[in-house]
């Protein structure tokens, strides 16, 4: 009971670690942000696993049922999704442009060009 | 039982998806892995129940964010190199950390407890009151933009930051690049 009860967490914390490892192992600067991306999804579905009820339905009321998952959660969550998308144009646009400065993305390459300037 | 197995069956999915895109070294393969992982996670928003969240995430998870991807590897280039350094010190802090999330949440409501705290307080709250106060079926919605509608407001200024700050890293710039190279100047 222990294990199938947490179960989505542990896989959770798995793909959060994943999405970190890419963020501070990888040189690349568009992995970098697909790592974050990876962070973030996980998040998402952490929340929303918190949200679920046994044998809830979804949040919107009908007649005849009186079983619903916690709406907060999802609400939480569809705000996080845009600013997520937001934020990630941000990165992208900014990695667009350190390659236009140092003609690399990788994270090495442009510490060397600035070592050497 | 069956959401049980399917939720399971696609949490498994999900990680073997991400453990795929650490390892590939072509940006536009990883780029495809994380659109099959948000697409995963959208099956998982619906079989938890939340349907705004699943039709959000497919639009802007697997569309939007997808599509910026793409547009940038276009730009930079597909290719990433091996990472020169060695993961051992990465490796190291993300087992540390995982470690630790893992220890918290032993102490956690299991998956689906209908007692979790979680489910004392707000929830009821607007899942009792929102058909009187705000009078539309999906409680979601009403959350969104009447209790969350200052949040949500916010949200907006952040998008629109988010915006001017593309705008002025690549837009206004492209455009002023070939009046300087062909104008009077």
Redesign the interface.
Known sequence: ??I????????V??????????V?????L??K???L??FQ?SV??LY???????D???????AGISN????????L???A??????????G??????I?EAYDT??E?EIHDQDESM | MLIEVVNVVILALLAVTALAAVRLNDLFAVTMMFGIYSLLATIMFVVLDAIDVAFTEAAVGVGISTVLMLGTIGLVGRRARKASHRPILPLIVVIITGAALVYGTLDMPRFTDPAAPVHQHLGPYFLNESPDQIGIPNVVTSILASYRGYDTLGELAVIFTAGIGVLGLLGLRRRKRPGHEGGAR
């Open positions: 009971m222990t199938a009860g947490l179960y989505n967490y542990w896989i914390i798995l793909l959060m670690m994943t999405g970190f490892y890419v501070i192992a990888s040189g690349n568009v992995k942000i697909i790592g991306n990876l999804a998402f579905i929303i696993s918190l949200g679920k009820i046994a809830g339905h979804a949040p919107i009321l009908q619903y998952s916690n709406p907060l959660p999802h609400v969550i569809l705000t999704i845009v600013v997520g998308v937001a934020t990630t144009s941000l992208l646009a900014l990695v667009v442009r390659r993305v990788e090495d």
